[in-house]
């Protein structure tokens, strides 16, 4: 057998003991020179960062994308160049509401976070397991997500402060129905599709932009549980997503989804009846079917928790050549948003942390920082200033995005007016069949406990406008019926 390393301080010097403390006699007291102790005490104190403010709840592994058919007259992103070329990439998933100890099997919405490791750098695709949102302007996010998280009295989540906040906010509605119906309570990540809900854009090597929404379907199945079967799951493990995520994987069972794309030319996007842009709608596939374009799977593992999911940062802001954003305003701020929370979650280097790191060159000219433990200069000390005569690295005009059309006056345009809420979670509505209408009502009637009769029934008049039946289900389930004041509204 090799002999063991030995054990060292963070400074490098071999370890004697790491049983006994330095002592004034066997029975103590300790001796502040004791600096094996104190540096292991000290770090023990900073062995946790802060968690996402959102989505703190988290399970991935690493994975391929493997291409399966050519899109390459869309878009130049390398990622999907040729027929069976694969790329590298790291998953993870998350609940959005939940503490970092929260329970896997809670009904939330599920992220669908994706980092591929591109020959021209990181594409992150932070989407969702629904294809809508609650909100559809930005400046509502914070205030829906403190209507999710606990009460600053009570500090207990507050289904008050949730139909309160929805029923106030008719654009939710669709997202509303997606998270109270079977599919809002997955039973773990590979039995749930993934969509970068967003529309985005794709450019190719003619200039030419299109419109495009992300679509992952998983292959495994759609797997949900009940209500009552997620409390007996809970009851038996907190840890259920996790178990099953890292188990499958851990046994050789690697979970695939296919990934498609719908492709909107891009003028298209002023003749739609609803806004193209609006995260609160989908495109009908009727209208822009899904074009497959290859396969994900999961196939590897974390080493190390910590260093590989919790380290990693996903960003929209994150795109590569041939991959752009929408107008979508919600899109918009989270360009902003991600690196933000980077920066002060992780640090001013999160994109140098080895699961962050591109595979490709990084050549940039910030300088320093606290941790800046990597060497970033290009191999030249004296090209750290751009422009510069001393051969550092330079911009390439290649790379040049297709100009972005955009126009109108800047004002504070209301987003409600002219949007109709109602006809999409109607067609969604009407694609459930009798026994998930049934558990659609029951969900939200149980969600809805201890709400106050006012807000039962502002919310009982926008699931009236969905279908009549749909609050006429609900009230049945909570033991009231419509108001009139209700439907009038
Ligand atoms: P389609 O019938 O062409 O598509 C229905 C879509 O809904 C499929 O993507 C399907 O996903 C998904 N779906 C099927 N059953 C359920 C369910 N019980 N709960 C949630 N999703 C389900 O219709 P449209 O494209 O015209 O869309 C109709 C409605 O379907 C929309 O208003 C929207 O609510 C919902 N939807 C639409 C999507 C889109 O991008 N067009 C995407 C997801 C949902 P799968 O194939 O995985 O079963
Ligand atoms: C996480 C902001 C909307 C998906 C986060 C985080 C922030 C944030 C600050 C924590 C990041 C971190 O610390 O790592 C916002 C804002 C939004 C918004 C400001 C709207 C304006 C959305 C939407 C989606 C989404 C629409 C999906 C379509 C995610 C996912 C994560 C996340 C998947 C977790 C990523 C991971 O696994 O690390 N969001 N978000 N968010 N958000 Fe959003």
């Known amino acids: 057998m090799s002999k063991r390393k030995n054990m060292t301080t963070t400074a490098g010097a071999p370890i004697s003991d ?53 899109i390459s007259k869309y878009t130049r992103a390398k990622i999907f160049s040729e027929v069976g070329k694969k790329t590298p990439m790291i998953a993870r998933f998350s609940t959005v509401a939940g503490e970092q100890g929260a329970a896997d099997a809670e009904r939330d919405v599920r992220g669908f976070a994706l980092k591929f490791y591109t020959e021209e750098g990181n594409w992150d ?14 400046l509502k996010f914070p205030d829906f997500i403190h209507t999710q ?27 509303v129905t997606i998270l109270m119906s079977d599919r809002g309570l997955p039973v773990a990540p590979m039995y749930m599709n993934g969509y970068g809900s967003h529309t985005y854009s794709f ?63 891009e003028a298209d996007a002023e003749k739609t009846p609803y806004n193209p842009f609006d995260l609160t709608k989908v495109w009908p596939h ?32 994150n795109v590569v050549p041939g991959i752009g954003f ?9 360009i902003f948003s991600y690196a933000d929370a980077h920066r002060h979650r992780l640090g001013t280097h999160y994109e140098a942390l080895p699961i962050n790191a591109p595979k490709s060159a990084v050549n940039h000219y910030h300088k320093d920082g606290a941790m800046r433990f990597f060497r970033n200069d290009t191999g030249n000390p004296d090209a750290y200033y751009e422009p510069n005569s001393v051969n550092g690295p330079v ?25 109709d809420d109602y006809s999409q979670p109607r067609a969604l509505f ?14 939200i009637a149980a969600a809805m406990q201890g709400v106050p009769e006012e807000i039962v029934q502002r919310q009982l008049g926008h699931f009236f406008k969905i279908d009549p039946a749909y609050a006429e289900g609900v009230a049945a389930k909570l033991g009231t019926s419509v108001s009139e004041g209700a439907t009038a509204a």
């Open 286 to 317: 009727g209208d822009y079917p899904l074009i497959e374009v290859g396969e994900m799977e999961l196939n590897r593992n974390a080493d190390n928790y910590f260093a590989e999911i919790e380290q990693a940062a996903f960003s929209p802001s």
């Open 326 to 334: 929408s107008p979508d305003k919600m899109l918009q701020a989270r």
């Open 18 to 70: 790491n049983q006994n403390s330095l002592t004034a006699g066997a029975r103590g007291p300790l001796l502040m020179q004791d600096y094996q102790l104190l540096e292991k005490l000290a770090h023990q104190n900073r062995e946790r960062i802060p968690e996402r403010v959102v989505h703190a709840k988290g399970w991935g592994a690493h994975g391929t994308f493997t291409v399966t058919h050519d």
């Open 149 to 175: 998280k606990r009460h600053p009295r009570t500090n207990l989540r507050s289904p008050t402060a949730m139909w309160d906040f929805w029923s106030l906010s008719p654009e939710s509605l669709h997202q």
């Open 125 to 138: 695709m932070v989407g969702n397991n629904t294809p809508v949102f609650f909100v559809r302007d930005p």
């Open 203 to 265: 450019w190719n090597e003619d200039g030419e932009r299109f419109w495009i929404k992300f679509h992952f379907k998983t292959k495994q199945g759609h797997k949900h549980y009940t209500n009552e079967e997620a409390a007996k799951i809970i009851g038996e493990s907190r840890e259920t997503y996790q178990e099953e995520l890292f188990g499958t994987i851990e046994h050789g069972e690697f979970p695939r989804w296919t990934v498609n794309v719908q492709v909107m030319p």
């Open 430 to 443: 009407n694609l459930f069949d009798a026994g998930e209408k049934e558990r659609l009502f029951s969900n």
């Open 395 to 419: 911009e390439d005009q290649s790379y040049r995005e297709p100009p972005y059309r955009i126009s109108g006056d800047a004002d504070r345009y209301d987003h409600r007016e002219g949007n």
